[in-house]
């Protein structure tokens, strides 16, 4: 009777216990592809798959856990949301317009973020993205605007938002002089550090605080360099998530946002090559989140989702040949990169054959192999000539710091080289812009039950909020 | 004291009922969309809010179930699936070759079904499809081909089959009278009664068997008609789906597999407000299933699947005009029957004009009314007047039982109307084939938790097998 007893205490104890743990996160993730809907992540785990001539896709870390379902991304003004719209809706629970970051669509008054919340609540804050931190995502956890685009704005608010950790990317609006002295004014005013060599950033420790940690290898100090292009000056996403972790661990706990920024601007531009590098980096950041989940499994939560799909990405589009993902192993930069190349060529004194172009293809993309299975078609060398002609002999300008991304008008030749790797891999983009598509969200952990079924993308704060316990009114 | 034992006896009760509730059904549904990816049923809940001006879509009943998540459906040998190997997946456990039914791709040996191994542990089995019942999908439940094509030997696997009860469309085969003869035969023969009028239909009762029920409102006797053209003949497949629970309900339990099979020959001619349609009359036999459910909720398991998405569907992809599917209740037409008025307008012996064309393209869809806000473009115009003159003035053959699918070659007049409505809807279709993407599997009921991450197709075989503790050996 004794045991028996004993049994029952246990097993009450037991339901108990589970309940406690089914409900209280210490420590949450919140980790946000950009663009990336359910497509961009298989195209990446069929890609790997295809390199061992495997036919079962080679899952990614986060497409392994154990909860996986659907988000509503629709905006306050919009079937088809922006990233400010869709991460504000995450970090406040409330639908904003489009192009607004944190602000009530009628009064324009501001919503409060998940991350001032807990960080009222005692919970350390770290803000990370491969692209600039005042970019519209990131900026929706401590920012409140109306227009996304007003950088300047944004970024003093970093400094009032007085979050432990911004790292990654730099800060947009420091590209006129008067905005970098506003911004690190603004800054160090207020006790932050703005680092950006990797000794300093490798210094950083354990209770470390108001730190902005800008990757060495960016953009003009901006966004990441391209993961595909391998620049050795570049800092890894998942070295800051490893770095934000270890600086911001603490018993009371945190919230963590790592945006995967530059899968959106690879499906802009509709180079799935890059779009891949880019989710492969995101989910080595996500296994750094995933080590410290294994030594914290009762107070843990990690969600991976999307802010919205972006090009309409679509795999297996080429009926009669089928898809063919390898082939993407060939292209060797992305297609900025390469555009920035052909720029180089045309400041050369030398006229620039279209045949020392279409090497150039060659050696970077693999067109025009045939032992690849590669070959260009008449069409496909037409459609090549025909912007090379544009560009080095009417000498029409192309801007491959924005013109990149440009489908809209004329293709670049850049971006007509991708396109047609991208064709032969058997893959399609139906759009340059954004689509109202369902996200993926994946989620382990504490409070992971929450997202067995499709839910709206305001529930994210919601639940959140709910498994750290904190009060979820404004 | 007294009362604490009972509490924890309660308790121990409920845990134990709990994991015996969570182990066994009785009673299993698996409904399949034919070619739904996630955009297919996210477009028909966009449409049903855009209608009463929601910006909030208007979720489906299957989009309630407590857990969704996706299923990966690539084929023995393919990325991209075609129905009969997804089916063939999902009924026996096992990767098949497309094309092929429930066979080994390598010895060519038959896959006992799932259906199979029910019907010999002593369930009652249906089978339902708004196609054809040897159709790939329903085909894969009872039959083994190295051809899905072969209809005629598939049709007479459902005589020896023994299954309780086919209902919806009719027999491919029936084409031919030397056909008819021998599927007809094989079925009254094995006693079988094949049942063509309402009157029949509406007459089975709890306890019949070994019927073949079809639809009086089909194309020759084949598939039903499309949804978006109510075809007074038409029964529908929420009938055939009560009738089929009606006839089956017994103490041992059933397994009924329902198709939605049209969806897919919908989006195959990138016709949205036919797939809509499809996908609501789908989401309605759904609802019969749910009423079972709820009145035996501790015995029945519900899956909703699809076999794979066709045609690439983006929604959102016109960035600047958003995405408008509120102007598809412009469209009182399938795709098919339009081309269809279309052949009978040519018989006539006086010549039809364009503008008589254009008169019935903005009765029947809309385009042409500018009040509708679909005024047609000057490309549009022409793009249709090139249709007009190849059908109307050279003669080119249409055939609309056949080529109102085949946009391979050069689209039909009616084709490119549905194009330019979808497209001012804010659309696109990137392939007129089947693509690779995941698909969604949603499930409500006994075991409704194994569906809460990605699963492979062959899986919804395993755990079928498993809730309704029946041997998963050949």
């Known amino acids: 009777m004794k045991s028996l007893k004993l049994l029952i205490f246990s097993i009450l104890l037991l339901i108990v216990s589970g309940l406690n743990a089914q409900n209280t996160a210490k ?15 298989y195209a990446t785990e069929i890609y790997k798959a295809s390199l061992q001539g495997k036919m079962t896709p080679e899952p990614l870390v986060f497409s392994q856990f154990p909860v996986q379902s659907y988000a509503i991304t629709t905006s306050a003004d919009s079937w088809t949301t922006d990233s400010s719209a ?57 920012a409140h605007e109306k227009s996304r685009g007003d950088y300047d704005k944004i970024a003093l608010q970093i400094a009032s938002s ?40 490798e210094n950083l420790k354990k209770g470390d605080t108001k730190i902005v940690a800008v990757n060495p290898g960016t953009y003009s100090g901006k966004e990441f360099y391209w ?51 880019e989710t492969i980096a995101f989910d080595n950041a996500i296994k750094e ?29 080429n009926v009669s040949k089928g ?44 067109l025009g192999d045939k032992e690849k299975g590669l070959e260009l078609t008449k069409a496909e060398k037409k459609w090549l000539l025909e912007a090379y002609e544009n560009e080095f002999v009417a000498l029409k300008k192309i801007n491959p710091d924005r013109d990149y991304l440009d489908h809209y008008s004329k293709k670049p030749l850049a971006l007509r080289v991708v396109t047609i790797l991208n064709t032969k891999a058997g893959i399609a983009w ?45």
Chains 1, 2 share one sequence.
């Not at 993730?29 to 359910?38: K, P, V």
């Not at 309409?312 to 589009?317: F, Q, V």
């Not at 054959?353 to 693999?366: A, I, Q, Y």
Request: charged residues 25%.
């Open 27 to 41: 420590y949450v993730f919140l980790f946000i592809g950009d663009g990336m809907g359910d497509n961009q992540i």
């Open 86 to 142: 869709s991460a504000s809706a995450m970090a406040t629970g409330n639908k904003v317009n489009n192009h607004e970051v944190g602000i009530d669509p009628v009064t324009g008054l501001n919503y409060k973020t998940l991350a001032e919340k807990a960080k009222e609540a005692g919970f350390k804050i770290g803000i990370l993205s491969s692209v600039t931190i005042d970019h519209a995502t990131p900026a929706s956890f401590y």
């Open 162 to 201: 007085n979050f432990d950790f911004f790292g990654g990317g730099g800060v947009h609006s420091l590209g006129s002089i008067d905005d970098k002295n506003s911004v690190i004014s603004s800054l160090t005013n207020n006790g932050y550090k703005y680092l950006t060599t990797a000794k300093e950033i």
């Open 227 to 277: 993961e595909i292009d391998k620049n050795p000056k570049s800092i890894s996403l998942a070295y800051f998530t490893k770095k934000s972790i270890e600086i911001l661990d603490n018993d009371k706990g945190f919230f963590i946002m790592v945006e995967g920024g530059k899968i959106d601007w690879a499906s802009h531009s509709n180079d799935l090559a890059s779009a891949i590098h």
């Open 289 to 317: 989140a995933i080590k410290f989940y294994n030594n914290n499994k009762n107070e843990t939560l990690i969600i991976v989702t999307a802010d919205h799909e972006t090009g309409g990405l679509t795999l297996g589009s």
């Open 323 to 366: 898809l063919k993902l390898d082939l993407l192993q060939y292209q060797k930069v992305s297609a900025q990169e390469f555009e920035r190349s052909l720029s180089q060529l045309k400041k050369l004194e030398r006229k620039v054959s279209f045949e020392e172009v279409l090497d150039s293809v060659k050696l970077n993309f693999g």
């Open 430 to 474: 139906s759009t340059e812009g954004h689509t109202a598509s369902k996200v993926p969200v994946k989620a382990i952990g504490v409070g992971e039950e929450y997202f067995k079924s499709t839910i709206d993308n305001t529930e994210i704060n919601d639940i959140i909020l709910k498994v750290m316990q904190i009060s979820n009114k404004q």
